[in-house]
């Protein structure tokens, strides 16, 4: 009778010790999970500023050809207007629309060359926005398997669970395919 008594507080001792070893364990794999969201949180804000910094360089840049183009307006006009004589200006003034086509070319040139900030700033929005969504769903998967390692650890320190069937059956990882970014409407 002894000898029963004391096999089964054995057995119930051991079964207390893999529960707690468990607990511990999925208490240090979410701490771990939470550090990489956290620094991958980091690494998004860190893009985030360069996307910023980026974003500013371009608007400086068009402010300054906007500037420059005024300023060849300008000079244009101050041309046109120190001409005095109809037969001098005649021949060294070109011809309208080769002004105008002259023009178009630098301006379509200049709008090749710096994408509108607009464009930029949506694309970037967009961007930040598939990656918050992306981490919210990593986020929300991650809490319900702790969830559901809390409910199992639970379930096993009530005794009636066997301990060697729970740590042979992980939850599957979230799927990170259906999250698949779009493909940018922009072409490059």
Excluded at 68 to 77: F, G, I, N, T, V
Excluded at 116 to 138: F, T, V
Aim: net charge negative; glycine share 2%; with cysteine.
């Amino acid at each position: 009778m002894k000898k029963i008594l004391v096999l089964s507080m054995l057995v119930s001792s051991v079964m207390i010790c893999s529960c707690q070893r468990q607990e511990s364990a999925a208490q240090q794999q979410l701490a771990q999970r939470k550090v990489e969201l956290d620094a991958r949180e980091e690494a998004l804000a860190e893009r985030k500023t360069v996307l910023d910094g980026r974003e500013k360089a371009l608007d400086e840049r068009q402010n300054a050809l906007d500037q420059r183009e005024k300023a060849l307006a300008q000079k244009e006009q101050a041309a046109m207007n120190t001409r005095t004589n109809p037969t001098d200006t005649q021949d060294q003034i070109p011809n309208p629309a080769q002004m105008q086509a002259e023009r178009d070319r630098i301006t379509q040139q200049l709008s090749v060359r710096a994408p509108e900030p607009s464009q930029l700033r949506a694309e970037k929005e967009s961007e930040i926005q598939q990656q918050g969504q992306r981490q919210l769903e990593e986020f929300k998967a991650e809490r319900e398997r702790v969830r559901q390692l809390k409910l199992t650890g639970a379930f096993m320190a009530g005794g009636s669970a066997n301990p060697a069937a729970s740590a042979t059956s992980p939850t599957p990882p979230p799927a990170e395919e259906a999250t698949s970014p779009s493909p940018s409407q922009t072409p490059e």
